[in-house]
């Protein structure tokens, strides 16, 4: 069992940045990979960004070169780094742990982008 808690989250105006963190407990082997999903109202959920412990990391393009993903192998963690937000990024960003038999999902944290 994985649990994932998220912060950072809150309401800024276009342009400024926010840095959400996401850390594991519970009880497992080893987490080799860590991800941001986001879902905005009335839209599916979609991934952000995805980093793996053995130094790989990708953004997706809605947000590259605004976003960085970063990570602590030894704390379980990872972080999203937003710059440059949008009211578009408007979402709830949720944290997810991917294992071979499970998905794990954080409880997410909304962050508000206006004009």
């Known amino acids: 069992q994985v649990q994932l808690v998220e912060t950072g989250g809150g309401s800024v105006q276009s342009g400024g940045s926010l840095r959400l963190s996401c850390t594991a407990s519970?009880?497992?082997?080893?987490?080799?990979?860590m991800a941001w999903y986001r879902q905005a109202p009335g839209k599916e959920r979609e991934l952000v960004a995805t980093i793996t412990f053995g130094g790989h990391s990708n953004v997706e393009d809605s947000v590259k070169g605004r976003f960085t993903i970063s990570g602590d192998n030894a704390k379980n963690a990872v972080y999203l780094q937003m710059n440059s937000l949008k009211p578009e990024d408007t979402a709830v960003y949720y944290c997810n742990v991917p294992t071979w038999n499970a998905q794990y999902w954080g409880q997410g944290t909304q962050v508000t982008v206006s004009l």
């Open positions: 519970g009880t497992f082997v080893s987490i080799n990979t």
